[in-house]
């Protein structure tokens, strides 16, 4: 048995295998619409009115923002436009695909295909090639492939789980590309998790009426990722590491012409011109919205909606974040870290201190995640932890009461080595969990090619808005950056055929934004983006000198 | 969180220098806490990605450990580093044209360096994953490309094994062509995929999709309420 429960929290855990062999064969009733409705009014953090703020400039001018991303669209830009020269072009390129994480590097993949010369393609990326919530998704992918399924029902899942409010002409493309991007997975050696036959074994998701999840273990998105970076390796794409852009670059005519890099270790800048543009740089989980930890990676502090706001893009369903129902609430190093919905989808059940199994496991994501917080804060049938942090149990060990031992170490060997690292043994013993920041639901306005409202400006994968609504099923992301990072790149190329190079670049968005800000009395004082998160101990930073040092 | 006096505090040293930090940090939290900020050496924050490898030491050991800032507990006498960067080459290749089944030394030929492997199991050792990485190189050695992929599917890249191997061996960019082989040309493929790729050729679900696309939401919420849930996969 592991050691890693106190000893109080082990007494819970006893009521838990108390009840477990009769929790097995229980079907939970889901929600009325009525009461899922409540739940969320009550208990999701989205409802709760003090989170938001209305927005006093730009394009989505009077929509409501988190206040944490509203407080980074409101402000200046941290660099100032005078003392750049964009004169000197370092480098030109056809295309220009800011953030290496799924969509950017699938765009990539595509625009070869269409014709372009990776040598004409510049991956610019803020951390490593890769490093992006991509490589983190565990679950799967949906893809409607059986005979009992097709892209129809996937659609009902996903326009129902969303509220109804997911653009109808891309949730369209996501769910009639989906098999044909599995196609090409396959020829592009993915491993997926197959029977003797080659059929796929799926799973159902949260909200999904369909087994419809391919997996490659709980390493899904690494898998992904994995392969499409070697792809783009043995292609030959160009990738700028620790390279972030700051600000876009525009034309005389506000066209998007390019973009302007910082190297994170130099600080020098760099002048992209590019025929076209691609937003890929992923979501905003470390702006911690609501201060709820996050599941997501140390870069997605929504740069690509900073930038593509300030060039005139308008954001949509902004005003709802993804709350992962299960984030790791025990022990304290790994707070907020996911849990795959993959151990619902398997058949483990969330469990309150008394052993009660108190919400159907697979409901669409923002209800389970209201439920749990319900059941810690309005029922007060949570487990706190010595922290202070409350939680509900996820009875892992039932998967190998249902389904045999050995079947939670052979499909979630990723959380049972997360698990094992800090003592506890999740085969054996059931987790803490409670809701994580962990998708970025809305973002940049696009249309079914992947191209924005502004001219040599495209955008894919969690940085845009609309494919989800305002709330996504699980497996739909890692489809949405093949998808529409797909789209983009064939549709950048093309548009970068017909294209002359942009003539004169300019930061000129910049101060009329700047003058926007001023005009609407706004003064902050957080520069943006903000590029990287701010994590280091209070004490040092009240200490801290800014001074140059120089050689 | 409770106020940092409360807390037990420990002592690390980061490359040579003491600090003071809370006790119940993983090694990268505590750095921060110490009052670095990451640029490198730090990626996913949740044992995905390979960017965090560090080496570290405990205090009155002599051996060297390996592990990621990320999913490791600091503790009380760490002397730590971290690797920024591995530079371990690759070979390239053209998916579309590796012949497996008229050429079984596939890996051998992208990788000539593993015929140097002494067997020293060094690599497996300095794992974080706990991937038996010399019985994958021996794998790859005999041509048993479905082995290699199956024992180096966890890998995440992060090269300790590579940085350690006294021959040089590229271990994880050679289980990564192990792996697309497999997926490409070991596995059987699936005949339900293909007839519905070819389905959606044939405009087959078109119609109806578009039917959707056009439905007001109190149409689409009753088709939705009206769901039938399949039972079993």
Known sequence: MSDGYPEYMRKSIEKVEATREKRASIDFERMKPEESQETLDNFHPDYRKEGKHELKVGPSKGELAPIELAELLESPSIIDPSEIDLSQVDYDVEILIVGGGGAGTVAALWA???????????????????????????????????????????????????????????????????????????KLGIMYDRDENGEFVELPGGGTSRYRLHSAGDYTGMELMRVLMDESRNKGVPVLEFAPAVELLTDEKGNVGGALLMNLETNEYYVVRAKSTIMATGGFGRLHVQSYPTSNHYGATADGLIMGYRVGIPLRDMDSVQYHPTGAAFPDQVIGLLVTEKVRSLGGQPVNADGELFVNPLEPRDVEAAAIIRECYGKEKGITTPTGMRGVWLDSPLIDFKEGEGTVAKRLPAMVRQYERFNIDMTKDPILVFPTLHYQNGGLVINADSSTPVD???????????????????????????????????????????????????????????????DAGIERKNPSPMLLPEYRGKRVLERHLDVQVTL | MAEEEDKKMIEIYVMGRRYKVPEGLTIMTALEYAGYKYVRSCGCRGGFCGACSTVFRKEGDYKLMMDLACQTAAEDGMFLVQLPFVPAVRAEFEIDELNIEENDNVMLEHYPEIARCVSCNTCTKSCPQDIKVMDYVQASLRGDIDRAAKLSFDCIQCGLCSIRCPADIKHYHLAQLARRIKGRYIDPKSSELEKMVQELKEGKYDEELEKLCDMSEEELKKVYDERKFQKEG
């Open chain 1, 112 to 186: 070869i295909k269409e014709g372009i010369d990776p040598k004409d393609i510049l991956i610019a990326t803020k951390l490593r090639h890769g490093d992006s919530n991509s490589m983190m998704a565990q679950g799967g992918i949906q893809a409607a492939d059986k005979e009992v399924d097709s892209p129809v029902t996937h659609y009902l899942d996903a326009i129902g789980g969303g509220h109804y409010t997911n653009q109808p002409d891309l949730l369209k493309a996501l769910t009639r590309d989906a098999p044909e991007i599995i196609k090409w997975h396959e």
């Open chain 1, 456 to 518: 040599g400006l495209f955008a894919a994968g969690e940085v845009s808005g609309g494919v989800h609504g305002k709330n996504r099923l699980m497996g739909n992301s890692l489809l949405d950056f093949n998808v529409f990072g797909r789209r983009a790149g064939i549709t950048a190329a093309k548009h970068a055929r017909r294209s002359q190079k942009p003539s004169k670049l300019t930061l000129d968005h910049l101060s009329k934004y700047n003058k926007e800000l001023k």
